[in-house]
Nanobody, 127 residues
Framework: QMQLREIGGGLVQPGGSLRLSCQGSGLFFSGYSVAWFRRTPGAPGISYDFVANIGQNDSVSSLADSVKGRFTCSRDNARNMVHLQMNNLKPVDTAIYYC?????????????????WGQGTLVTVPS
């Protein structure tokens, strides 16, 4: 069972940058695809907004339209880590960010295909 842990949330001023990392512990992390999702604190329901995903190697990734040009996603399989670099942050980016992984290497913006999830980390960008 792959365990995931998000690292790097916090408070950042508008226009600032933050890097989140997803640390995987378990075998064959390099074979998993990894995605980032977010939820606005206090939002009703349990839906997750897609942010980014990355395939088993570093060459295949995608971003939500709302973060294109500001966020990038990369991975370091030697360290079992996936990074989400967030630049030019805006108040609308305030959310709990989760990383999720799929052992079959699928790439999707649908949160339901990812069986492994971290606990989330809060990113706050004040208005």
């Amino acid at each position: 069972q792959m365990q995931l842990r998000e690292i790097g949330g916090g408070l950042v001023q508008p226009g600032g940058s933050l890097r989140l990392s997803c640390q995987g512990s378990g075998l064959f992390f390099s074979g998993y695809s990894v995605a980032w999702f977010r939820r606005t604190p206090g939002a009703p329901g349990i839906s997750y907004d897609f942010v980014a995903n990355i395939g088993q190697n570093d060459s295949v990734s995608s971003l939500a339209d709302s973060v294109k040009g500001r966020f990038t996603c990369s991975r370091d399989n030697a360290r079992n880590m996936v990074h989400l670099q967030m630049n030019n942050l805006k108040p609308v980016d305030t959310a709990i960010y989760y990383c999720a992984a799929d052992p079959f290497g699928r790439l999707s913006s649908d949160d339901t295909i990812y069986p492994n999830w971290g606990q989330g980390t809060l990113v706050t960008v004040p208005s």
